[in-house]
């Protein structure tokens, strides 16, 4: 990953650069919606870490994603409010 981010800022275009990004978003979306451990995670997430955090909850994402868990949190109906 590290030499892919280093080849990726290398580059002379951002443009480029968001295409391999919005690429491996987009792998990441599938890999949660269609492998068994990424979407058992994603169950546990939606349906037992949220509901299980107190009303106004507040959410931190970090890190490359597709912002499948933020959405998740963000309309989840006790969050406060979410970061990203």
Same mark, same amino acid.
């Given at each position: 990953? #590290?030499?892919?981010?280093?080849m990726c800022y #290398?580059m002379?275009?951002?443009a480029?650069?968001?295409g391999?990004?919005? %690429?491996y978003?987009?792998s990441?979306?599938?890999?949660? %919606?269609?492998? %068994?451990?990424p979407?058992?995670?994603?169950?546990?997430?939606?349906?037992?870490?949220?509901?299980?955090?107190?009303?106004? !909850?507040s959410h931190?994402?970090?890190?490359?994603?597709n912002?499948? !868990?933020?959405?998740?949190?963000a309309?989840a109906p006790?969050?406060? %409010?979410?970061?990203?």
């Amino acid at each position: 990953m #590290s030499q892919w981010v280093t080849m990726c800022y #290398s580059m002379s275009t951002k443009a480029m650069c968001a295409g391999d990004m919005a %690429r491996y978003t987009n792998s990441l979306l599938a890999s949660q %919606r269609w492998w %068994r451990n990424p979407i058992e995670v994603m169950r546990y997430f939606r349906d037992t870490f949220i509901p299980d955090n107190t009303d106004g !909850f507040s959410h931190l994402e970090v890190g490359p994603g597709n912002g499948l !868990f933020l959405a998740i949190a963000a309309t989840a109906p006790n969050a406060g %409010r979410y970061e990203e």
